[in-house]
């Protein structure tokens, strides 16, 4: 199957977990995961109208985005890798939307080039349901405590919450508890779901799902 079908099969999967959870298919965004594929590979994706994408790493976003965004003028583009500090000028220079803030340093930098750059990002915090030593994101209990740092000090967009649930546990109960989170801290969005388990998510409450193979097949 080539790429552009698998989109619509994705979006049709969307529609029906959206109508299933009783809720309406445009609250949730679907961000096509083009990491690791190149420009030619992302093409047909954007040729069919998709516009949501998501990176991992900001210096491979950086080496076939800005080409892209000069045919494609209204690309909006997710940041859903780990962030480092020594790239967040980069960062908020390339992308609208970072989902991995995870620790104060980040936030400081962050708020630090918005403010020097002139760029309001949107923002999700990254939450380490699962609390796995080798994994970002803040602890579940810090989650208050972030938020109210970001929000209130640093006066950050905070948009919402992110999470990755362990590969080897049942996704729902960490989406359960991420929506928890979010509703503790009056907020909306939600970035929970991937391939294997975006329909689990939008159950839950998801409002953007992050699919990378389903639509652009195995990765090389």
């Known amino acids: 199957m080539s790429d552009a079908p698998r989109l619509e099969e ?9 109508r299933a959870a009783a809720r309406p298919a445009e609250d949730v965004t679907l961000i096509a995961v083009s990491k690791t594929f190149d420009a030619p590979a992302i093409r047909p994706i954007l040729e069919a109208g998709q516009r949501v994408f998501g990176e991992n790493r900001v210096q491979e976003a950086a080496g076939k985005w800005p080409a892209l965004r000069e045919a494609f003028t209204d690309i909006e583009l997710h940041l859903i890798g780990p962030l480092q500090s020594n790239k967040t000028r980069q960062a908020v220079q390339l992308f609208d ?5 995870d620790r104060p340093r980040i936030a400081d930098a962050i708020a630090r080039e918005m403010a020097s750059q002139g760029n309001a990002l949107s923002l999700f915090i990254q939450v380490n349901t699962g609390e796995e030593p080798q994994k970002a994101g803040i602890a579940p209990a810090d989650t208050k405590a972030f938020v109210a740092y970001c929000r209130d000090e640093l006066a950050l967009p905070i948009a919402g919450l992110m999470c990755i649930p362990p590969i080897d546990e049942e996704p ?3 989406f359960a ?3 928890e989170l979010a509703a503790e801290n009056e907020l909306r969005g939600l970035s929970m779901g991937m391939s294997a388990d975006f329909e689990t998510a939008i159950r839950f409450g998801a409002t ?3 699919v990378g193979s ?5 990765r090389g």
């Open 10 to 18: 994705v979006k049709d999967r969307i529609r029906a977990a959206a």
């Open 97 to 101: 939307v970072i989902h991995t803030v």
């Open 172 to 174: 729902g109960v960490h």
């Open 177 to 179: 508890l991420l929506t």
């Open 214 to 218: 389903a639509i652009f097949g195995t």
């Open 208 to 210: 953007h799902v992050r």
